[in-house]
C-alpha cells in the first residue's frame, strides 16, 4: 500500500494541464525514484490527468454535466487507479483538476476509496481576476453566448456575502460548482475536514512576470519533492496544454455561438465546426491581441470576494506556498477600451476563411 499519497485537486485555470503533462513526460523516471504518478489505467491508451476516471466513482451527483454513459464507462479506470495506488510501496500522486468541485461527501468518498493513511490535497489557485474571464472564455469554448458581465452577475446571484449562509447553498446545489472550487478559503476547510487541519497545502499561481518555470516550482515545492522533481521542467507543447483565447477571438467566437442558436443544425457538428476554428483559424495565428480581462466596472466586487477568500485563507492552517497576496486581482489585469477593431477584424478574416474552405469541401464531397 501506498505510504503516502499526494491528492492534486486543481483548481481548474491554475495550470493544472501544464503540470498534469510535466508530470506524465516525468512518470517512468518518478517510478524508479519510488513515486508512482500513473499514465495507464484501462488498456494501451496513457492518460496524463486522472479526473476521468472519478467520475468512475462519484458520478452525476458530484460531476452533473458528465453524462451517465461516461460515468459507467469510466468506472474501471477508477478501480484500477485505486488497485495501482494502494499497491504501491511507496509514494503516490493523483491528480484531477475538477475533484476541487465536489462536495464534501465526494471528498469523503475518494480519500475512503484510496485509502492512504497519510493523504495530503495539494491545491493549485489563482487569483479571481484571472479565474473570472479564464472561465468565461471556457463557457463560450463550450457553446454559450452570453456576455461576461451577465457571466459574473449570474456568479454575484450564488454569493451574497454571508460566507456561511454561501457555503451551505454551494454545498446543496450540485450545479454550483463554480464556487465550490473557487472560492479557496471554502475549498480548503472543506477537504481540512476530510483530511486533516495540517494536510492541505495551497500553491499560489504566479504572474506571468515570474518566468515560465514559476509555478512548476512551486508545485514541485507544494508536492514535498525538491529532491526527486527536476528543477527544470521538461517542456510541453504548448499544443497538449490549454492555450487561452484573447479577447477578439472570445467575440467572435461568442458571435458564432449566438448565430446558431436555434438553428436545425446537428449540434455535434457544430462542435466540430467550433473547435476547428479555434484549433485551426483562431489559436495558430501569430498576432492575436490582447487576453480577455476582466471588466473595469466589476472590478470591486470580484476583489471583495478575493479579500473575503483569503480571509478565510488567513484562519485556516493550510500551509501557502507562494505569496498569497496573489490571491487578490490586480487592479492593472482589468479591460480597458473595448476590443480592438483591427485585432477582431483579423481574426474573423481566419475564421471566414476556415468556413469557406469547409462549405467548399462539403460542396464537392
Given at each position: 500500500?501506498?505510504?503516502?499519497?499526494?491528492?492534486?485537486?486543481?483548481?481548474?485555470?491554475?495550470?493544472?494541464?501544464?503540470?498534469?503533462?510535466?508530470?506524465?513526460?516525468?512518470?517512468?523516471?518518478?517510478?524508479?525514484?519510488?513515486?508512482?504518478?500513473?499514465?495507464?489505467?484501462?488498456?494501451?491508451?496513457?492518460?496524463?490527468?486522472?479526473?476521468?476516471?472519478?467520475?468512475?466513482?462519484?458520478?452525476?451527483?458530484?460531476?452533473?454535466?458528465?453524462?451517465?454513459?461516461?460515468?459507467?464507462?469510466?468506472?474501471?479506470?477508477?478501480?484500477?487507479?485505486?488497485?495501482?495506488?494502494?499497491?504501491?510501496?511507496?509514494?503516490?500522486?493523483?491528480?484531477?483538476?475538477?475533484?476541487?468541485?465536489?462536495?464534501?461527501?465526494?471528498?469523503?468518498?475518494?480519500?475512503?476509496?484510496?485509502?492512504?493513511?497519510?493523504?495530503?490535497?495539494?491545491?493549485?489557485?489563482?487569483?479571481?481576476?484571472?479565474?473570472?474571464?479564464?472561465?468565461?472564455?471556457?463557457?463560450?469554448?463550450?457553446?454559450?453566448?452570453?456576455?461576461?458581465?451577465?457571466?459574473?452577475?449570474?456568479?454575484?446571484?450564488?454569493?451574497?456575502?454571508?460566507?456561511?449562509?454561501?457555503?451551505?447553498?454551494?454545498?446543496?446545489?450540485?450545479?454550483?460548482?463554480?464556487?465550490?472550487?473557487?472560492?479557496?478559503?471554502?475549498?480548503?476547510?472543506?477537504?481540512?475536514?476530510?483530511?486533516?487541519?495540517?494536510?492541505?497545502?495551497?500553491?499560489?499561481v504566479p504572474g506571468r512576470e515570474a518566468g515560465p518555470d514559476a509555478?512548476?516550482?512551486?508545485?514541485?515545492?507544494?508536492?514535498?519533492?525538491?529532491?526527486?522533481?527536476?528543477?527544470?521542467?521538461?517542456?510541453?507543447?504548448?499544443?497538449?496544454?490549454?492555450?487561452?483565447?484573447?479577447?477578439?477571438?472570445?467575440?467572435?467566437?461568442?458571435?458564432?455561438?449566438?448565430?446558431?442558436?436555434?438553428?436545425?443544425?446537428?449540434?455535434?457538428?457544430?462542435?466540430?465546426?467550433?473547435?476547428?476554428?479555434?484549433?485551426?483559424?483562431?489559436?495558430?495565428?501569430?498576432h492575436r491581441g490582447k487576453s480577455v480581462a476582466l471588466p473595469s466596472?466589476?472590478?470591486?466586487?470580484?476583489?471583495?470576494?478575493?479579500?473575503?477568500?483569503?480571509?478565510?485563507?488567513?484562519?485556516?492552517?493550510?500551509?501557502?506556498?507562494?505569496?498569497?497576496?496573489?490571491?487578490?486581482?490586480?487592479?492593472?489585469?482589468?479591460?480597458?477600451?473595448?476590443?480592438?477593431?483591427?485585432?477582431?477584424?483579423?481574426?474573423?478574416?481566419?475564421?471566414?476563411?476556415?468556413?469557406?474552405?469547409?462549405?467548399?469541401?462539403?460542396?464537392?464531397?
Amino acid at each position: 500500500m501506498a505510504t503516502r499519497l499526494l491528492l492534486h485537486i486543481g483548481t481548474q485555470k491554475s495550470g493544472t494541464t501544464y503540470l498534469q503533462r510535466v508530470l506524465e513526460r516525468l512518470a517512468i523516471r518518478l517510478r524508479d525514484q519510488g513515486v508512482l504518478y500513473p499514465i495507464r489505467l484501462v488498456g494501451k491508451k496513457e492518460i496524463y490527468n486522472h479526473e476521468p476516471a472519478s467520475y468512475g466513482l462519484l458520478g452525476r451527483d458530484h460531476y452533473p454535466w458528465v453524462p451517465q454513459v461516461r460515468v459507467d464507462a469510466e468506472r474501471p479506470a477508477w478501480d484500477v487507479l485505486v488497485k495501482k495506488v494502494r499497491e504501491w510501496p511507496g509514494t503516490a500522486i493523483v491528480s484531477g483538476e475538477a475533484i476541487s468541485v465536489v462536495r464534501r461527501t465526494g471528498a469523503e468518498q475518494i480519500v475512503s476509496s484510496l485509502d492512504v493513511a497519510d493523504t495530503q490535497v495539494i491545491i493549485t489557485a489563482r487569483d479571481l481576476g484571472r479565474v473570472i474571464p479564464s472561465s468565461w472564455q471556457q463557457h463560450v469554448r463550450n457553446g454559450r453566448s452570453s456576455k461576461m458581465s451577465a457571466y459574473i452577475q449570474t456568479l454575484a446571484n450564488k454569493r451574497r456575502g454571508d460566507l456561511d449562509a454561501d457555503e451551505a447553498l454551494w454545498e446543496s446545489d450540485p450545479d454550483l460548482t463554480f464556487w465550490r472550487a473557487y472560492a479557496i478559503g471554502s475549498l480548503v476547510k472543506r477537504w481540512q475536514s476530510v483530511v486533516g487541519p495540517d494536510r492541505v497545502t495551497v500553491v499560489t499561481v504566479p504572474g506571468r512576470e515570474a518566468g515560465p518555470d514559476a509555478l512548476w516550482l512551486r508545485f514541485r515545492e507544494g508536492l514535498g519533492l525538491n529532491e526527486v522533481l527536476p528543477a527544470n521542467p521538461p517542456k510541453v507543447d504548448l499544443l497538449t496544454a490549454n492555450v487561452g483565447l484573447t479577447e477578439a477571438e472570445v467575440l467572435l467566437l461568442a458571435a458564432f455561438n449566438k448565430a446558431v442558436e436555434g438553428k436545425q443544425y446537428d449540434p455535434k457538428e457544430v462542435r466540430a465546426v467550433r473547435m476547428r476554428m479555434i484549433n485551426e483559424a483562431l489559436t495558430t495565428r501569430a498576432h492575436r491581441g490582447k487576453s480577455v480581462a476582466l471588466p473595469s466596472e466589476r472590478f470591486e466586487l470580484v476583489h471583495s470576494w478575493a479579500e473575503q477568500d483569503v480571509e478565510a485563507l488567513l484562519h485556516s492552517d493550510a500551509r501557502v506556498v507562494g505569496d498569497i497576496a496573489e490571491l487578490l486581482p490586480s487592479a492593472q489585469a482589468v479591460e480597458t477600451g473595448g476590443p480592438d477593431l483591427d485585432d477582431l477584424e483579423r481574426a474573423a478574416g481566419q475564421a471566414l476563411a476556415l468556413l469557406s474552405g469547409l462549405a467548399s469541401d462539403t460542396k464537392n464531397s
